[in-house]
C-alpha cells in the first residue's frame, strides 16, 4: 500500500466558526465548500473540517462522548501561544505551570475537539 497524503477531518455543526479557528491558530486560510472546509498553509492543506449538523460536543477527559482523537501542538512560547489561542476562542480546560521547563495545557476548540499546547 501507498500511503500518498494523510488528512486529519474534524466534524463539526458550525464550518465557518470551526475552519476560521483553525485557519487563526495556523495563520493560514480556508478553502469552503458548502459541506467541508480545508484549512491551508503555505499551499498545504493541513486539516479538512466536514460539516456534521449533529455533532456532540466530546466531554474531556471522560463523559458518556469521549475525544475521539486530538492535537498536540508544540509551541517556543507556551505563554503567547496561551494568549493567542484564547483569543481565537479556545477554552483552557486543563492548566499547566508555563514556568516549568516542559509540559503541556489542554483547550477545547469551538466545536468541543480537545487539543494541547505543548512545550519544553
Given at each position: 500500500m501507498d500511503i500518498v497524503r494523510t488528512?486529519?477531518?474534524?466534524d463539526a455543526p458550525d464550518l465557518e466558526a470551526e475552519s476560521s479557528f483553525w485557519?487563526?491558530?495556523?495563520?493560514?486560510?480556508?478553502?469552503?465548500?458548502?459541506?467541508?472546509?480545508?484549512?491551508?498553509?503555505?499551499?498545504?492543506?493541513?486539516?479538512?473540517i466536514q460539516l456534521a449538523p449533529n455533532h456532540v460536543?466530546?466531554?474531556?477527559?471522560?463523559?458518556?462522548?469521549?475525544?475521539q482523537l486530538h492535537l498536540d501542538l508544540?509551541?517556543?512560547d507556551i505563554s503567547a501561544a496561551d494568549a493567542e489561542a484564547k483569543r481565537l476562542g479556545a477554552q483552557m480546560v486543563q492548566k499547566a505551570d508555563f514556568a516549568s521547563g516542559s509540559g503541556f495545557a489542554v483547550y477545547l476548540d469551538p466545536?468541543?475537539?480537545?487539543?494541547?499546547?505543548?512545550?519544553?
Open positions: 488528512t486529519i477531518v474534524l485557519a487563526a491558530m495556523y495563520s493560514g486560510t480556508v478553502e469552503r465548500d458548502w459541506d467541508w472546509h480545508s484549512v491551508v498553509v503555505d499551499g498545504q492543506s493541513i486539516l479538512g460536543r466530546p466531554q474531556w477527559p471522560a463523559g458518556d462522548q469521549q475525544q508544540h509551541v517556543d466545536a468541543g475537539h480537545p487539543f494541547c499546547l505543548c512545550w519544553g
